[in-house]
T-cell receptor, first 117, second 111 residues
Framework: DTEVTQTPKHLVMGMTNKKSLKCEQH?????MYWYKQKAKKPPELMFV???????INESVPSRFSPECPNSSLLNLHLHALQPEDSALYLC????????????????FGAGTRLSVL | EDQVTQSPEALRLQEGESSSLNCSYT??????LFWYRQDPGKGPEFLFT???AGEEKEKERLKATLTKKESFLHITAPKPEDSATYLC????????????FGQGTRLTINP
């Protein structure tokens, strides 16, 4: 089973709202990721967590705040977003960071379609 | 600068018409190349990973190959359900896991 579950599937929020995206995996993976994807563009990496510690922040604006409460859960807290932040937000996980072959394969969730009004 | 380029940007084929998608890369330290399939409004689905030049992987009508500078995704006798965007990504060494994605090839198979 290579399932990564994201909730909600769709989210509409105003620019003054605070909301959170949730991602969950039960594969025992120790690396988790947030990506942003605009229409007809590839996914862009936002954050990487390794063993529940933030290891990569791709200079993401502070209105996006990631959190990794435990090894199975990843949250993305949203506050004061702009309309240009509307996109598909993807979560992914991989078994680890080091080593070759299967440890590096990232498995993606179905995404949360976010619209900022 | 690490770069991944996919071609063509879009490809339209008739059912049963075989073809190939290209992914060329210039990276400082390749640590694996990955192919994903993405359907509209969904997350990318993992297809293959390749690590060494000369390596090949197959799955149903798809076959991925790797050289020192590029990878090909060969599609043999495609069916309409193979229509999707195919993404190529390379893993670069940065002390942590990072994938650099190409822009993707939008494949349409007409019945």
């Amino acid at each position: 089973d290579t399932e990564v579950t994201q909730t909600p599937k769709h989210l509409v929020m105003g620019m003054t709202n605070k909301k959170s995206l949730k991602c969950e995996q039960h594969m025992g993976h120790r690396a988790m990721y947030w990506y942003k994807q605009k229409a007809k563009k590839p996914p862009e990496l936002m954050f990487v967590y390794s063993y529940e510690k933030l290891s990569i922040n791709e200079s993401v604006p502070s209105r996006f705040s990631p959190e990794c409460p435990n090894s199975s859960l990843l949250n993305l807290h949203l506050h004061a977003l702009q309309p240009e932040d509307s996109a598909l937000y993807l979560c992914a996980s991989s078994p680890g960071l080091a080593g070759g072959l299967a440890k590096n394969i990232q498995y993606f969730g179905a995404g949360t379609r976010l619209s900022v009004l | 600068e690490d770069q991944v380029t996919q071609s063509p940007e879009a490809l339209r084929l008739q059912e049963g018409e075989s073809s190939s998608l290209n992914c060329s890369y210039t990276v400082s330290g390749l640590r694996g190349l990955f192919w994903y399939r993405q359907d509209p409004g969904k997350g990318p689905e993992f297809l293959f990973t390749l690590y060494s030049a000369g390596e090949e992987k197959e799955k149903e009508r798809l076959k991925a190959t790797l050289t020192k500078k590029e990878s090909f995704l060969h599609i043999t006798a495609p069916k309409p359900e193979d229509s999707a965007t195919y993404l190529c990504a390379v893993r670069i060494f940065q002390g942590a896991q990072k994938l650099v994605f190409g822009q993707g090839t939008r494949l349409t198979i007409n019945p």
